[in-house]
């Protein structure tokens, strides 16, 4: 969904679902899974040259448990508010980066592609390590046994971890002592 920035004179309100194509197609974009409704509440106001978001998300989806890689059932209720401004970025000028200006984005051209800057926003707010549980024991590094279902025989101790430099490190340190 593109925005023509001179037809945005007053404030827009958009209330998406799931059986909006564009919007469904951004997750299916990311690669995600979706499941049950899909709802965003999108407020777009210009002031001068900047465009606020004001976006309201709340999505069901199924990803990866960044452990044993099964499903990891995640909730999205997020809030997200970028804002772009219409002109040459001074930054690539070498201009100082004030701190109020980390969340602003420069664009040149008279439009601005809605579903990108929601797709920016999705990916930014999806945890970097999604768990199916919090106590998710994950997969054996040498036989491949998913540890939530059942043990497996391998010796621990063998299982390289860089805690183990630290662990040795300590005995080590125990035994100058005595
Ligand atoms: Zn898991
Ligand atoms: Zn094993």
Redesign the pocket.
């Known amino acids: 969904m593109k925005l023509k920035l001179h037809e945005l004179q007053k404030p827009l309100t958009l209330s998406l679902s799931e059986s909006d194509d564009w919007f469904r197609n951004i997750f299916w974009v990311l690669k995600l899974k979706i499941q049950g409704p899909l709802s965003l509440h999108l407020v777009l106001t210009k002031e001068k040259e900047d465009i606020f978001f004001e976006g309201h998300l709340k999505a069901n989806l199924i990803l990866n448990c960044s452990r044993c890689a099964e499903n990891a059932p995640y909730t999205f209720d997020e809030f997200f508010s970028p804002i772009f401004t219409h002109g040459q970025d001074p930054h690539e000028k070498g201009a100082e980066l004030s701190k109020g200006e980390l969340d602003i984005t420069y664009f040149k051209e008279d439009e601005l592609d809605v579903a990108e800057v929601i797709r920016e926003q999705v990916e930014l707010m999806l945890p970097l390590q999604p768990l199916c549980a919090s106590s998710c024991k994950g997969i ?1 590094s ?2 491949g ?1 998913n540890l939530n279902i059942k043990s ?1 025989a ?1 010796k621990k101790d063998d299982v390289y971890s860089p805690f183990q430099v630290l662990k040795d490190f300590k005995v080590i340190k125990k035994k100058r002592r005595k």
């Open positions: 054996c040498q036989c046994q497996c391998c």
